[in-house]
Nanobody, 120 residues
Framework: QVQLVESGGGLVQAGGSLRLSCAAS????????MGWYRQAPGKQRELIAQ???????YYGDSVKGRFTISRDNAKNTVYLQMNSLKPEDKAVYYC??????????????WGQGTQVTVSS
């Protein structure tokens, strides 16, 4: 019904920046919410940032002040600007979202993940 495709991950030195993108496609009339999670080996998946209706945003404490989530509604795309990256930010980052197809809300849907590696 909805496909989410992340891009923008890679290798960056500590203190550097990356911008992740997540493009949603399918039966989307509007977006209820979209967000970013991350998961490091041996750890639980962690909610990093979420953007909701009206532009309301949430950030996890570990990234607050360093990461910024934004959305382009015309493109059904959400971005995660990551600044001042630290080695502990190394993880697979996953996009998710809940959507309205014009009749019902449905989801969440998940992307395939994109690897972010931060070197010391």
């Amino acid at each position: 019904q909805v496909q989410l495709v992340e891009s923008g991950g890679g290798l960056v030195q500590a203190g550097g920046s990356l911008r992740l993108s997540c493009a949603a496609s399918g039966s989307i009339f509007s977006i209820n919410n979209m967000g970013w999670y991350r998961q490091a080996p041996g750890k639980q998946r962690e909610l990093i940032a979420q953007i909701r209706g009206g532009g309301y945003t949430y950030y996890g404490d570990s990234v607050k002040g360093r990461f910024t989530i934004s959305r382009d509604n015309a493109k059904n795309t959400v971005y995660l600007q990551m600044n001042s990256l630290k080695p502990e930010d190394k993880a697979v980052y996953y996009c998710n979202g809940e959507f309205f197809d014009g009749r019902r809300s449905y989801g969440p849907f998940w992307g395939q993940g994109t690897q972010v590696t931060v070197s010391s």
